[in-house]
């Protein structure tokens, strides 16, 4: 019987190990909702997405449009939260983009520009580095952006593994802004085509004289 048990409690181990992590639930304010409610149902379990040309970049495998995904409104200046089913654990920068949809975000693909408006880096100290490796990641939208329908992204880059190709790991919200401003956020990007393979932070050897780190992207958007 224990050895059973030691067995069953040792495979389950490695099946969470081999598993990666998905941001499948988004909250505003103090209020949480359900599981993929405002959030684009990717249909690639907990894959992440290698390739830097392909338009999943944008919102995941399965996310190219929201027709069947609600939309949340949140206030400008509100905060939100994305929700993982278990913290993230491969080391890499977590950053927040957004896209106004040209219409209804619910048949927005993406295409369009988006900004970047926050990123969680490594912090550096007594010669290492620390990551961020949370089970959730707040953050405000911009007082200053204009109302209307976003996607709202957050993406992972795991670089945990020098020299092997680094994974994206990525959920959009779809939210409407109210309460917003007039402002254009700036610089945008198009995705696919803000990540580069030859970007330092795309290729950095975090084991090795990691001291410094540029994370990936356009530079943050503030009001
Ligand atoms: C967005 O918010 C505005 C203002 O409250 C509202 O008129 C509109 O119907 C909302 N759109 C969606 C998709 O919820």
Wanted: a positive charge; hydrophobic letters at 30%; proline letters at 7%.
């Amino acid at each position: 019987m224990k050895i059973t048990g030691i067995i069953a409690a040792l495979t389950l181990g490695a099946a969470e190990v081999s598993g990666h992590y998905i941001f499948q639930q988004f909250g505003v304010g103090s209020q949480k909702f359900a599981v993929y409610e405002h959030i684009r149902k990717n249909s690639n379990q907990n894959s992440p997405v290698t390739s830097l040309s392909d338009t999943n970049l944008r919102c995941n495998v399965g996310g190219a449009s929201g027709a069947s995904t609600t939309v949340a409104n949140v206030k400008a200046g509100d905060s939100f939260t994305f929700y993982l089913d278990q913290a993230v654990y491969h080391q890499g920068p977590i950053s927040l983009y957004m896209s106004k949809a040209p219409g209804s975000v619910k048949s927005y693909d993406g295409s369009g520009d988006w900004f970047k408006i926050y990123d969680w880096g490594p912090s550096f100290s007594g010669g290492s580095s620390s990551w961020p490796m949370r089970n959730s990641y707040q953050y405000n939208i911009p007082k200053c952006i204009p109302n209307g329908e976003y996607l709202l992204r957050i993406q992972s880059l795991g670089i945990h593994n020098p020299g092997s190709t680094p994974q994206f790991y990525i959920s959009c919200a779809q939210i409407n802004v109210t309460g917003g401003g007039n402002t254009s956020p700036s610089p945008t990007v198009k995705i696919p085509g803000a990540f580069k393979a030859s970007d330092p932070g795309y290729t950095a050897n975090i084991y090795n004289n990691f001291k410094s780190y540029v994370i990936p992207g356009p530079s943050v958007f503030s009001c």
